[in-house]
């Protein structure tokens, strides 16, 4: 049987799935315990037992200097930045996508515009945003607004352009103005559609956090691990990655159960 | 119950004549089948009927007056496909016209008008014969009731015409039977006038009061960009179909 027809059933899925996790579990422990037994001070490749350790430090145990748990604090610094951030994003992307999609004059006046800031590298901005709004939570979230914002409105343009003329001509014979037709027509459509975008953004997103809280911050998940590379504690930097996987991971989820709940009717015209 | 008269219409897209010459009245709830060859332009003028697109030359009157340039509520359509809302169930896509009618900032009924709008579309509902599937998302009907759904959908709003593109083109046979009988009721309860493109003979035959076939008369390659699809044949039905007296 030709190898593109083999199909794994439910369990082989699983154990498929499960694979490259275990193989990179099994390569980093045998790694490190070759290191350790060669340099019990080593620090690249921390033991499970010391990343624990940090964990148990950093996660639940009061800070004595600051007196916040750290983990705790750094990570409600990040969410606060990012949901913001993508709140502001979306919300102005929902209203700029749908103008310009649905009313050739918006399009003709904003279409080349953010084709054109959508292709500005937003980490060259950083220095110009620190300039003008300082080091505070602004500059954060505008990086962060400036770096998804034009990628959601370029696809929900599309999205919109892509909706069947029938639709379109269909809605104005019911006797639809054009505001009836942005509310009732267009937008109960964009919406799930706007969940597939903002799924796609929230890598960049976490990318433009991170750059941001790097460069220059007090708080955030981004700030900790820059700032305990300088004592090459890996103990702490490599827990901190899982658990900035695990957030972005949990809110792709999220979002997904949040589209099929909220849209049932998507996954069928998503299959046409 | 509309006139509808088209006086001298050409539609030419750049140098290519799609229409010549279209000079055809339409009696006030008449049912019009236009038949041809694909390519004939018979789906362009059904966008014209609509006000989708403009006339290059001529005009449209609708009793007597020029029809305006964009779709309204007067001219109702089912097309092949995409004539309903996928994001809507059965009973929210036959409500939106009066909705739409009614409710112009937030576009929804609400409390006892609501009320009196759903009653109004389960009768109609129950009349195209989609009763018991009030909640259901049009991807999980058939083909045929999405058509139903449509026609529907499209009578909520108490069009003056109807344009119907090709709408049974999809059906199979049997289905296609049962929504004729259909439509044919439909339109003698309704006071529609009703223009129907179809590509189906026997369809036109079967449900028009009058057939009109479109054709190029020339059809060199030479010529072909530049004479466009003329009425080549109008024939009245005998015995006359005459729809029921209101």
Redesign the interface.
């Known amino acids: 049987m030709r190898l593109m027809n083999i199909k794994p059933g439910r369990q082989a899925r699983f154990v498929l799935a499960a694979l490259p996790f275990v193989l990179l579990a099994a390569a980093y422990f045998t790694g490190s315990s070759m290191r350790l037994a060669e340099n019990p001070n080593d620090k690249l490749l921390p033991a499970l037992s010391s990343m624990t350790q940090a964990v148990k430090h950093m996660a639940f145990e009061t800070d004595v200097r600051t007196g916040s748990i750290l983990m705790l604090s750094d990570t409600l610094a990040s969410l606060g930045r990012l949901l913001w951030a993508l709140a502001i994003s979306t919300s102005a992307a929902l209203v700029l996508g749908i103008a310009i999609g649905l009313l050739p004059g918006a399009n003709a006046l904003l279409s080349p515009f953010v084709g054109v800031a959508s292709m500005v590298p937003p980490l060259a901005l950083l220095p110009i945003l620190f300039i003008v709004m300082g080091l505070g939570e602004n500059s954060k979230i505008a990086l962060i607004v400036i770096g998804t914002l034009p990628c959601i409105i370029r696809d929900l343009t599309m999205r919109v352009l892509e909706l ?1 003329r ?2 379109l ?9 054009t ?2 037709v942005a ?3 267009v937008l ?2 964009i919406l799930p559609r706007l969940i597939d975008s903002l799924r796609l953004q929230l890598g960049p997103a976490w990318l433009f956090l991170i750059a941001a809280e790097a460069i220059a911050s007090d708080s955030g998940l981004g700030y900790r691990i820059f700032l305990v590379r300088r004592y090459l504690s890996m103990d702490v930097i490599i827990p901190y990655v899982i658990w900035i996987t695990l957030l972005a991971f949990l809110m792709d989820a999220a979002l997904r159960l949040l589209q099929r709940k909220l ?4 996954a ?2 998503r299959a046409e | 119950m509309s006139a509808i008269r088209f006086d001298n219409v050409w539609k030419e897209y750049g140098d290519h004549i799609v229409l010549e010459r279209i000079t055809l009245d339409v009696a006030s709830r008449a049912f019009i089948a236009l038949v041809g060859p694909s390519g004939c332009g018979k789906t362009t003028f059904l966008r014209m009927l ?1 006000g ?1 697109e403009a006339p290059t030359r001529g005009q449209i009157l609708v009793d007597g007056v020029p029809l305006k340039p ?4 007067d ?3 089912v ?1 092949q ?7 809507l169930t059965v009973l929210q896509n036959v409500l ?2 009066r ?3 009614h409710s ?5 009924l609400l409390g006892a008008s609501k009320r009196k709008a759903v009653d109004e579309a389960m009768t109609l509902l129950a009349e195209v014969g989609l009763s018991g599937h009030e909640t259901k ?1 049009p ?2 009907l058939s083909g045929g009731m999405q058509q139903r759904l449509a026609l529907a ?2 009578i909520m ?1 108490g ?1 003056k015409i109807l344009l119907l593109d090709e709408p049974f083109g999809a059906l199979d046979p049997g289905i296609r039977a049962d929504i004729h009988v259909l439509m044919k009721r439909l339109w003698n309860e309704t006071e529609l006038t009703v223009v129907m493109v179809t590509h189906d003979l026997s369809e036109a035959f079967r449900l028009a009061t009058r057939v009109i076939a479109f054709e190029r008369n020339r059809n060199r390659p030479e010529e072909r960009e530049r004479y466009g699809a003329t009425v080549s044949r109008d024939l009245e039905i005998f015995p006359r179909r005459i729809p029921a007296p209101r």
């Open positions: 069947p029938e639709q001509i269909k809605a104005q014979t019911l006797g639809a103005s505001w009836q509310l009732r027509v109960p459509q849209f049932p009717w998507f069928s015209v | 609509l989708e964009e779709p309204d509520a001219r109702g359509v097309f496909r995409y004539s309903v809302f996928p994001h939106l016209g909705e739409l009618q112009k900032v937030i576009g929804r998302y991807a999980s959908q499209a709003r069009p």
